[in-house]
């Protein structure tokens, strides 16, 4: 009787949702790897786009296809794979990110050497878009190494208070036996991915393999961009309480430091979480809160019954960016009440110069004023003058005619006595001769 096929060492899971354009490269990345004792379980999560049919196009033995008839959420589909993986480690890949070809060998080999049952492992990562080009300065690339950096010299218990250094279960690697331990994916649209990782590092501390052996793609399509905050502020604040709570008994100095690194700290909401846990609220009913009632949120109901903005339940770097802002707008404020005032002196400057020569203006109107009359005066000394000066213009006229006709009296005299004269002479010689 033949033997038995031994069950593969690895089970990658993959949730596949309307990613056509990529899940063609995540399957090819896991059935290209360089560690190839390997099963694929992928599950089309009802897509409606063409991801089942790129998905039908392959034929490898290792591949196990199924689809759903209706989409069931990302939790529900891993949970489901997860009862069909039969390997000693299990790993996941997103039907929109890609393997790098020695992830799962570096992985194996790193648990093998461990040797511990409960093992939990994650990889560096890089940042691609939806052309497969690297993108270190996409937010959330700059909020990833952020995170690495305050993860840098903390215990690896506290990794998943600071944040979540894993970023996806697309980076999450871990046993089987640590699987028994944790359990299953949390209900929860945006954090189940956390919120396993905090469950499993109370369980077994985390080993982090630093080599960029995935990429993350990012892109419009991705849940993380959708608008939905509230959901967002009552999924970060259940899974931050989940973390005090586990982490409470190695020192809460510690913890509340690494949570205060959190960018998706809201102070407000954890406390409203953490109250209703001490007022009894089991796992079971902070999950309820976390995941609302039909659309409607208790931190809402709690903000309208203190009578407070919602704008208190903002996470910590938000709400430090808004004092930042509230700040630089007090700054901007005083400096413009200085350049109010700074004007206000210039204007009292003005208003003295204008004043000044509003004087000068006055005193040369009169000046004006004088110089007219002044003129005025002399104007009328001219026409008199004038007047004065055609009347003896004209005297002198009647003086010259006058003039002209005595000397032609004169001329005619002088030529009606020049033949009696001249008569007069010659006989006065002749007498004087004799």
């Not at 591949?63 to 990302?74: I, K, M, P, Q």
């Not at 993108?135 to 959330?140: N, S």
């Not at 409203?272 to 846990?277: D, G, T």
């Amino acid at each position: 009787m033949a033997a038995s096929a031994a069950p593969p060492l690895v089970s990658v899971l993959m949730p596949a949702y309307n990613h056509a354009p990529y899940v063609g490269a995540a399957v090819e990345s896991v059935l290209g790897q360089s560690y190839a004792h390997l099963e694929l379980i992928v599950i089309d999560d009802a897509s409606t786009d063409a991801t089942w049919t790129v998905l039908q196009a392959y034929a490898d033995a290792r591949l196990r296809l199924s689809r759903h008839e209706s989409n069931r959420g990302a939790h529900a589909t891993l949970n489901e794979a997860l009862n069909l993986a039969q390997g000693k480690y299990v790993a996941i890949l997103n039907s929109d990110d890609v393997y790098h070809p020695d992830r799962l060998r570096s992985l194996v080999d790193a648990a093998e050497a461990a040797g511990a049952g409960a093992y939990f492992a994650f990889t560096d990562l890089a940042f691609v878009d939806q052309a497969d080009r690297f993108v270190p300065e996409d937010e959330r690339a700059r909020a990833y190494w952020r995170l690495c950096r305050d993860c840098r010299d903390r215990p690896a218990r506290l990794w998943f208070v600071v944040g979540n250094p894993a970023v996806s279960t697309s980076n999450f690697f871990f046993s089987r036996s640590l699987l028994d331990r944790v359990g299953a994916f949390s209900p929860l649209r945006y954090t189940h991915d956390w919120d396993w990782a905090v469950r499993a590092a109370s369980v077994q501390a985390p080993v982090w393999v630093r080599r960029q052996l995935l990429r993350y793609r990012v892109h419009p399509g991705s849940t993380l961009g959708e608008g939905d905050v509230w959901r967002h502020v009552h999924e970060n604040s259940y899974i931050q309480t989940r973390a005090l709570l586990a982490q409470a008994e190695h020192g809460m100095p510690d913890v509340v430091a690494a949570l205060l690194r959190n960018e998706s700290l809201h102070p407000v909401s954890l406390m409203c979480f953490l109250a209703f846990a001490m007022g009894g609220a089991g796992a079971a009913e902070l999950l309820r809160m976390a995941q609302g009632t039909n659309g409607e949120w208790v931190l809402p109901r709690i903000a309208e019954a203190g009578k407070c903005p919602s704008d208190w339940f903002m996470s910590l770097p938000r709400l430090l960016e808004k004092d930042r802002a509230i700040a630089a707008q007090a700054a901007l404020i005083d400096e413009r009440w200085r350049a109010m005032r700074h004007m206000d002196r210039e204007i009292e400057d003005r208003d003295r110069m204008i004043a000044e020569r509003d004087r000068d203006i006055e005193e040369r109107n009169r000046d004006i004023e004088e110089r007219d009359r002044f003129i005025e005066e002399q104007q009328t000394c001219v026409a008199a003058q004038k007047e004065m000066i055609e009347a003896r213009w004209q005297t002198m006229q009647k003086m010259g005619e006058e003039i002209a006709n005595r000397d032609a009296r004169v001329s005619e005299l002088e030529k009606a006595l020049s033949k009696p004269l001249a008569r007069l002479a010659t006989r006065i010689d002749g007498t004087l001769g004799t």
